[in-house]
């Protein structure tokens, strides 16, 4: 077997609700650990695939052409620079199957999203991981990372686990100094929460001569991480690859109706961005109640320090039906990610955590 295959570490995702309800033999748990949307899906997208149903004995349209069409028309760019992928997980596949060769490299911060060193690894490539500094990715050492066999740069704003965004001005300066032959991938799940103007929009960017490809989901702010699209906004030859390793039918139709409504909700849109804004300033009043440091967040999670029982800590919350994220695996085993839910299910949480570091 391919040594590089069988090194990897298989991802652990947030636990389901429904398991931890059944090994406890609780019911009414709350997952507070994936980043999802506590609203659920936007409304106009289920109605939309609602209607899509009775079509589904077709295959889909391999063009994606009404979602990609949305997009253009959303980003002012020709459809043929728009990607869709299963998920933005899909892209950043894509991505390494159609740059990494064998012994090729990337960069990516430390700590940061599992999945890019899982699949550049898959693709024969490495990924060279460049620490955090103060929460934030470090650009200027990411900048200085880079080596002649580096053809991958991925720049998550706002990083996931930290919730810490770059601006545009920072973005600029990256773009300006990277050497050419260097693909720069910007990962914006989480942009649509960001509420500082300041921070980068990557669509800015496209027409950089550094090429650039922003890759974007419906997963976290319009509800659908169950359905699974994202997609990419690249320069055209970019997206001319991209285009050539993915499967023909590699979204579904409902994803693709989905995808469309979702994106003219502008209701859900607004009110799921307000959720997000006012649970984390429930939970900083909350962490600054309890003495507990945190990273102000650009996202819909926040990281917070509680310490070497950070970890007894999860498990107590699991104890009481509150599923949150442990950072051991990101190499931050004092803290904890904790995604904004629902106001009760917020209280719930603060009332609970509050309850065990007092208690
Ligand atoms: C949630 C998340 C995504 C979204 O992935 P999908 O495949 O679109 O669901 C992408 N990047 C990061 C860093 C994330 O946390």
């Excluded at 429904?18 to 507070?32: F, H």
Aim: hydrophobic fraction near 45%.
């Amino acid at each position: 077997m391919a040594p590089e295959i069988a090194s990897l570490v298989p991802y652990k995702p947030g636990k389901p609700i429904e398991e931890l309800e059944r090994e406890l033999g609780i019911s009414g748990a709350i997952k507070l650990a994936s980043n999802e949307n506590p609203l659920g899906p936007s409304p106009k997208a289920v109605e939309a695939m609602a209607q899509a149903l009775g079509g589904l004995h077709r295959y889909p349209d391999g063009a994606g052409y009404v979602l990609r069409a949305a997009l253009a028309q959303r980003y002012g760019l020709p459809q043929e620079q728009i990607v869709l992928g299963n998920g933005s997980n899909e892209i950043i596949e894509f991505l390494c199957r159609a740059f990494i060769r064998p012994g090729d490299q990337a960069l990516a911060a430390a700590p940061s999203f599992l999945m890019y060193s899982k699949l550049v690894q898959v693709a024969g490539g490495r990924l060279k991981e460049v620490p955090l500094k103060d929460f934030r990715l470090d650009l200027a050492a990411l900048q200085e990372a880079i080596e002649p066999r580096t053809r991958l740069v991925f720049l998550n704003n706002p990083d996931n686990p930290a919730g810490t965004a770059f601006s545009g001005q920072e973005l600029q300066a990256f773009l300006d100094q990277t050497p050419p032959g260097v693909l720069v991938v910007l990962d914006e799940a989480y942009i649509d929460f960001a509420g500082d103007p300041a921070v980068a929009q990557g669509p800015e960017f496209l027409g950089h001569a550094t090429p650039l490809v922003v890759m974007r989901t419906f997963s976290k702010s319009y509800g659908l991480a169950g359905l699974r699209i994202g997609f990419a906004l690249a320069p055209l030859e970019v997206a001319g690859l991209l285009h050539r390793v993915r499967q023909p039918f590699n979204t579904s139709i409902l994803a693709q109706v989905a995808g469309a409504a979702a994106l003219a909700d502008e209701e859900f849109l607004q009110k799921s961005r307000e959720l997000v804004w006012q649970g984390l300033q429930d939970f900083y009043a909350c962490f600054e109640r309890l003495g507990l440091s945190y990273v102000p967040s650009q996202a819909n999670f926040v990281l917070v320090r509680i310490g070497p029982r950070a970890g007894e800590v999860a498990e107590e919350l699991l104890r009481r039906g509150i599923i949150v994220r442990k950072m051991g695996s990101y190499q931050l085993p004092e803290h904890l990610r904790i995604s904004v839910g629902l106001p009760q299910e917020n209280q719930r949480f603060i009332r609970q955590l509050t309850a065990i570091l007092e208690g």
